[in-house]
């Protein structure tokens, strides 16, 4: 694909179906070089594993950026509020203030969530059913997780309304081209707001302190200065918008795969017993994280090229869960596969914390969907709502009958 370049990742048809360029670009040229964008773009499995766990690479400004740019930049509140996040962050400071977070997503403390996650599926359905129709994202794929993150961060009853009604994650925030003048300008509008709401929470938190995962990081901001006050607010707004923004394509994404293979859907529906398996299936399948991006923090070698300190790699995650030499038949949705994990939390050191939290909030609400709404039909199932982001893919309404 000699003509390939990154403005045509945002082409109607691709934002539709990526997967026909990834397939081009896996088959063509898996390691493709692009010197004059400073950058290397991987989109075979074993290539993209290893760069994601690559110590040479990491997060870093690219080589042409100047300190005057980067000043510039920083006068943005969602560019800076973002380089504050241990999702841009190297060692030592990622090891620092993920080790605060890890805890609270553990296999044991999502475990002790499964009762609760079940409670608020059948809750939401029960408000909803009576319905018959209505859009699946605001009724229950969006809400689901926000209010299970509301719940670990300990955010009071009466301000979820706000969150439950919208999202704050910034999907072109993280995009690697650069944003729009108006999208920039919404993305300092959303991240200010975060950042007043979390830091008056916080500041409630150290007066009044109570058995959550925000006071729990309030007093790390204190002890043998863990956190500062900006990386605690900006640290607590990623996970507020990570942790429910991945369930939310997730859940979509599953249920838009599942009603194009009818087939795959009346097998798990007459065995529910393959779930587990068939969410890892919908995360090789239609990742809700399409890419993850690293630098060369040295010169290095990266997939048989030289590449100087400062190039961008990017890692095509779900490129890399269709490569056919892990995957049999890569292009078929199978809920029975069981070959190598998908790349879609990523790896290495910044394998997403989220991961056991999203399988289970998806296995949990997707099973009660199927459960309490056996008529439901898709009605968009031609032409999805999508996202116009490349990063993060994701249906903004899902449209249906039940």
């Known amino acids: 694909m000699s003509d390939f370049s990154l403005e045509s990742f945002f082409s109607p048809e691709i934002i539709a179906n990526p997967y026909p360029m990834y397939n081009g670009l896996r088959e063509s040229n898996p390691a493709l070089y692009l010197p004059d964008n400073h950058m290397l773009i991987l989109s075979e499995y074993e290539q993209a594993q290893a760069a994601l766990r690559d110590k040479n690479l990491g997060h870093s400004d690219g080589p042409d950026i100047t300190p005057e740019e980067i000043e510039e930049m920083m006068k943005n509140p969602s560019v800076a509020g973002l380089r ?126 109570q058995d959550d995962l925000l006071t729990a990081l309030v007093q790390s901001e204190t002890e043998h200065g863990k956190l500062t006050k900006e990386e605690l607010i900006s640290n607590i707004s990623l996970l507020f918008a990570a942790g429910h923004e991945t369930t939310v394509n997730l859940l979509g994404n599953a249920l838009l795969a599942l009603y194009r293979n009818p087939d795959q859907l009346a097998l798990l529906k007459s065995k529910p017993e393959l779930m587990v398996s068939a969410v890892e299936e919908f995360l090789r399948y239609d990742s809700s994280v399409q890419l993850s991006a690293r630098n060369a923090l040295v010169d290095t070698e990266v997939a048989g090229y030289e590449v100087p300190k400062g190039t961008q790699i990017l890692t095509l995650l779900a490129a890399a869960n269709r490569d056919p030499k892990v995957f049999a038949d890569p292009d078929r949705l199978d809920i029975t596969r069981d070959e190598a994990r998908p790349l879609s939390f990523g790896g290495g050191i910044h394998l997403c914390l989220g991961a056991q939290l999203a399988r289970l909030e998806t296995k949990i609400g997707l099973g009660a969907l199927l459960e309490r709404l056996p008529d439901l039909q898709l009605q968009e199932i031609d032409n999805p709502d999508w996202k116009q982001t490349i990063t993060l893919r994701g249906q903004k309404s899902i449209p249906a009958i039940w």
């Open 84 to 209: 504050r996040t241990m999702l841009l962050m190297n060692p030592p400071d990622h090891t620092r203030i993920r080790s605060l977070f890890v805890k609270a997503f553990d296999a044991r403390s999502v475990k002790v969530m499964e009762e609760r996650i079940h409670t608020l599926s059948h809750e939401l359905i029960d408000d909803f059913a009576g319905q018959g129709e209505g859009d699946l994202v605001a009724l229950f794929n969006h809400p689901l997780p926000v209010i299970v993150i509301c719940d670990m961060l300990g955010i009071p009853e009466t301000d979820r309304a706000q969150f439950i009604a919208g999202t704050r994650i910034q999907g072109r925030l993280i995009d690697p081209t650069p944003m729009t003048e108006a999208e920039l300008a919404e993305a300092n509008r959303n991240s200010s707001e975060s950042f007043d709401y979390f830091d008056a929470l916080c500041e409630e938190r150290r007066a009044r302190p």
